[in-house]
């Protein structure tokens, strides 16, 4: 009789057990908005000249796509302009200066491009950073030169509070170099460098530098902080860095750094990325190793209000170089090269993929 009572109890408690649980993931899918609704990747139309070293930005509901970098380390100066109404594509003027590694950052419908590396006119290629700044007017497609920033650097990061715009590390020159431009087998240095651009007085000012000097970073806002994400350590170029996974977060009310938050994922640099609904979306990316030269599938969504990442559905065909960003809902991820570093004619795989993730909700 005893024997029966202990089989009853325990079929009883693993009916509790099971029901505990289907509650608990009904609870869980409602508090967790992602998790009610599909997400899927789809595909756009793809943009007419696809290319490693683009970058994207959304303006009035509509992307941007600029740069582009041809073999022997050419800019390709393009501008495209993307109308989801129509699925189609239009070439825009050519940015003023063909350059490279730009930050970009949009306010009131503008679109500002600062530094970036720009081609030698005369001996071996290699990359010289520049500090101009520019400003690029979508509705009437010109230009307009702005106040340069005080320190020349590309592969950094550009973000928007307040209608003024953060730059945040990079890579340049050491202080003192003779050299004119970064090369692999040069010394040269990854910045921390913070200087904020304001585009109506057209003027610069300093902040506190990021603790960790990274270029090839991912960078949002959320809720009025700026959160820098992984990126390269050391050298600009992947055959001599090292990528990290660190976070770091800063607060523009007391001009401070604070701890390090939850890592990434994988470490990993020369991502595309966005901000949709208070997280990042941090999307590809590059690796480099003694056995294996690899680009990275993987989206990774950061919540900075958790502290978390949750792991998104990866990438179509993975890629570096790439540029994206959110129109409404939908992350829309441009072109890119399929594989790790290389810039030999010949050995190039560039892309004009574009495809669109949708997210449940507006």
């Not at 290319?51 to 495209?80: D, H, N, Q, R, T």
């Not at 692999?184 to 109506?200: K, N, Q, S, W, Y």
């Amino acid at each position: 009789m005893q024997a029966i009572i202990r089989r009853c109890l325990t079929r009883s408690a693993a009916r509790l057990a099971l029901a505990t649980a289907l509650a608990l993931s009904v609870l869980l899918g409602a508090a967790l908005p992602d998790a009610a609704h599909a997400q899927k990747w789809s595909s756009a139309a793809p943009i007419p000249v696809g290319a490693e070293e683009v970058y994207g930005i959304a303006a009035g509901g509509k992307l941007y796509v600029f740069g582009g970098l041809a073999p022997g380390w050419k800019p390709m100066g393009m501008v495209f302009e993307y109308d989801p109404a129509g699925d189609r594509w239009t070439r825009k003027r050519d940015m003023p200066a063909f350059l490279h590694h730009v930050a970009l950052a949009t306010v009131n419908g503008k679109i500002y491009m600062f530094g970036g590396f720009e081609l030698p006119a005369k001996g071996a290629p290699a990359w010289a950073p520049v500090r101009t700044t520019w400003e690029f007017d979508p509705a009437t497609d010109t230009w307009r030169q702005m106040a340069p920033a005080p320190m020349a650097r590309g592969a950094h990061n550009a973000v928007v509070i307040d209608n003024r715009i953060h730059l945040v590390g990079g890579a340049g020159l050491h202080p003192g170099s003779k050299e004119t431009a970064l090369h692999p087998a040069r010394p040269h240095r990854a910045l921390g460098t913070h200087e904020v651009f304001d585009p109506a007085t057209n003027a610069w000012s300093t902040r506190a530098d990021m603790p960790t000097a990274r270029n090839h970073a991912a960078a949002g806002v959320v809720d009025g902080r700026i959160y820098v994400i992984g990126g390269r350590l050391g050298s600009v170029f992947i055959t001599t860095a090292t990528n990290t996974d660190l976070v770091e977060e800063y607060d523009p009310a007391t001009d401070s750094w604070g701890r390090l938050l939850a890592p990434m994922p994988n470490p990993r640099s020369a991502v595309a990325w966005g901000v949709h609904g208070g997280r990042i979306y941090v999307i590809g990316g590059e690796v480099r190793h003694r056995d294996y030269w690899a680009t990275f599938a993987a989206v990774d969504a950061f919540d900075p209000k958790s502290n978390s990442w949750t792991r998104m559905p990866p990438l179509p065909m993975p890629r570096h170089g790439l540029a994206a960003d959110f129109i409404g809902n939908r992350l829309h991820v441009v072109s890119g090269q399929v594989q790790s570093g290389t810039n030999t004619p010949g050995l190039v795989a560039n892309t004009d993929r574009h495809d669109v993730l949708t997210l449940g909700g507006n």
